[in-house]
């Protein structure tokens, strides 16, 4: 089942698994031991934070109700005391009746006793009544008052108090400021009608409650970021704390409330109803309410980081420990495959399982140094034998004893070619057959292939040109023997004609020996090229002794490896150059 704007459980399973699948074994370290120690953490702080965001909760609606009942039990007797007094100056009490027979009496002296009386009770009533502030008469026909107990501001209303509560014969306005001079504070006041039987005019009482009232409702306030409301019988905002996101005289919505509480304009409100019917609502803004949950949540966050850092630490620290062994068994496998990698010891590492298979795994790679160096040996040897017989496919004693006899016979019959071609021809072949190893210098190379160069000519009967240069500096330079007569047989043997020539150049260029056989005959072709470079068998050939290009390619493999090259670059009709690149070094004799 897919979730909306989101991907399914399932699928997110998927996903983590292929991921798995697909790294490297540190990633997969670092995930499996930062998930084992993470996800325990995780449900952990879940569930704490659920328990303590139950908990915090309820201990600030507790905090938060008790204020407010406090609030409301001082507003209750506030308003108690001001009915109180206001009883006392009304028609009934013993000051309402002074004040009757004051406005009904013609007699001066008795007029100044009591008003005289009426101060002194007035007096006493502010003396023993500390909270209650102004008392007076007042006349709402009139717009007058008499008998203040302080005095009245100038710009004094009454007719427009923000009204809290309405009874028989009394309302109850505030809080609001006062009207006593020198006094801005806010207050609680009541009006109750005195219905004097001589006054036709409307006579009322008016009374305050004193301003010590004022802070024990409004200044006990939770932690300081707490608000209050005082809302009428019908729920209209006579009193507001906040009046930018609670207007005065507008109606407080109470109606997505649960249990007298709720969220409205980014604060929580909590509701206290009195029997009178107005209420005191207490308000904390959304982000004080949740001070102490996102305080819990960013200590969580922490928490989690350095579980996050130590967790992958000490995975880090593992796949260090992992990883080093990997090094080393890579170390020792690469060390296999490199020939002139000398062998070395193992360290250990300090596991017992890894130095274990690190000491199996060195055994193995000496076992395979000791079987490669003894396959070299064993391709040396058959190299060297393969080099042999072709150097001692005949006898050699046997041939040039015989030569020796024919070139006798012909300096007594007066033969002087045959002489000069059986004297050139045992040359070579003491050369190319005697037993003198494989080790010559470039001084007696040449000289060889003049001696097969003049048979070459006596033999096919037509004139050639050979043009030999040799720098003097490397006459006496050692290589190894018969590499340079094949490759003149290459060019005899490719079409050269009456009117060729061929070209032998010997030099040093920054250490290395270079050869250079360029002939002007009829050139080879690409296939015939790469035949005679890397065919192991080739056919007789008629120019010469039938050993071919192959020979000097193995040759200078066998005795140089890759330090040496050979190269033959050829054009149908123009010719043929051969260069052959030596290193200048001894070679390996082999007697």
């Given amino acids: 089942m897919w979730q909306e704007g989101g991907m399914s459980v399932g699928g997110m399973f998927k996903l983590i698994v292929n991921y ?27 569930l704490s934070y659920h328990t303590m965001s139950s908990i915090l909760s309820g201990n600030l609606e507790s905090s938060v109700r008790s204020n407010l009942k406090q609030a409301e039990l001082s507003l209750e007797k506030t308003i108690s005391n001001l009915n109180h007094v206001s009883q006392q100056l009304a028609l009934q009490g013993s000051i309402g009746k002074k004040v009757d027979s004051l406005l009904s009496s013609d007699n001066q002296f008795e007029r100044a006793v009591l008003t005289e009386e ?54 109850y306005f505030g809080p609001h400021i006062s009207n006593e001079r020198y006094n801005d504070e806010y207050v609680i006041s009541a009006l109750r009608k005195v219905d004097l039987p001589g006054d036709p005019d409307d006579m009322y009482v008016y009374v305050e409650s004193g301003f010590k009232m004022t802070p024990s409702i409004f200044e006990n306030k939770l932690e300081g970021a707490s608000y209050y409301l005082i809302l009428d019988n019908d729920k209209r905002i006579a009193y507001s704390d906040v009046p930018a996101d609670f207007a005065m005289n507008q109606y407080f919505n109470d109606s997505r409330g649960n ?43 922490y928490l989690f980081l350095l579980f996050l850092a130590v967790s992958l630490l000490i995975a880090w620290f593992l796949w260090k420990m992992v990883y080093i062994p990997l090094q080393q068994f890579n170390h020792q496998i690469k060390s296999i495959t490199q020939r002139s990698t000398a062998l070395a010891e193992v360290p250990r590492i300090k596991i017992p399982e890894f130095d274990f298979l690190l000491k199996q795994l060195q055994n193995m790679k000496n076992q395979i140094s000791e079987l490669i160096q003894e396959v070299e040996v064993k ?28 070139h006798w016979l012909a300096v007594m019959n007066g033969q002087k070619d045959i002489d000069r071609l059986v004297v050139s021809l045992n040359k070579l072949l003491y050369y190319n057959l005697g037993k003198r190893g494989q080790v010559s210098t470039i001084r007696e190379e040449i000289d060889s292939i003049r001696q097969y160069l003049t048979l070459q000519q006596i033999r096919y009967d037509f004139a050639f040109d050979v043009r030999i240069h040799v720098d003097d500096d490397v006459l006496d330079i050692a290589i190894p023997r018969f590499i340079l007569q094949p490759i003149l047989e290459n060019s005899l043997y490719h079409g050269l ?46 120019a010469g002794m039938g050993i071919g290009m192959s020979y000097v390619k193995r040759m200078i493999e066998n005795q140089y490896g890759g330090l040496a090259s050979l190269e033959i670059q050829s054009e149908l009709g123009k010719g043929t150059t051969v260069f052959l690149k030596l290193p200048s070094m001894e070679v390996l004799p082999n007697d």
């Fill in 20 to 46: 798995i699948q697909q790294a490297t074994m540190k990633k997969r370290i670092m995930f499996i031991f930062a998930s084992g120690t993470l996800v325990p953490f995780i449900c952990v702080a879940l």
């Fill in 118 to 171: 009426i101060n002194t009770e007035l007096n006493l009533i502010s003396f023993t009544n500390p909270t209650i502030g102004l008392m007076m008469y007042y006349s709402q026909a009139k717009g007058t008052y008499m008998f203040n107990s302080t005095i009245v501001k100038e710009d004094y209303e009454i007719n427009g108090l923000p009204l809290l509560a309405e009874y028989f014969r009394i309302s």
């Fill in 259 to 301: 249990n007298g509480s709720g969220l409205l304009n980014g604060y929580y409100w909590f509701e206290s109803t009195s029997n009178q019917g107005w209420s005191v609502v207490s308000l904390i803004p959304k982000d004080e309410y949740n001070k102490e949950k996102n305080r819990w949540v960013i200590q969580m966050i």
């Fill in 379 to 406: 391709e040396k040897g058959r190299a060297d034998l393969e080099v042999e017989k072709l150097l001692y496919q005949i006898n050699p004693h046997f041939l040039m004893n015989t030569l020796d006899t024919v």
């Fill in 497 to 542: 004609h009456d009117e060729g020539y061929i070209q032998v150049e010997v030099g040093k260029d920054e250490g290395q020996i270079i050869i250079t056989v360029y002939d002007n005959g009829a050139g080879i072709s690409e296939e015939e090229i790469a035949k005679l470079l890397h065919q192991k068998q080739v056919e007789q050939q008629k």
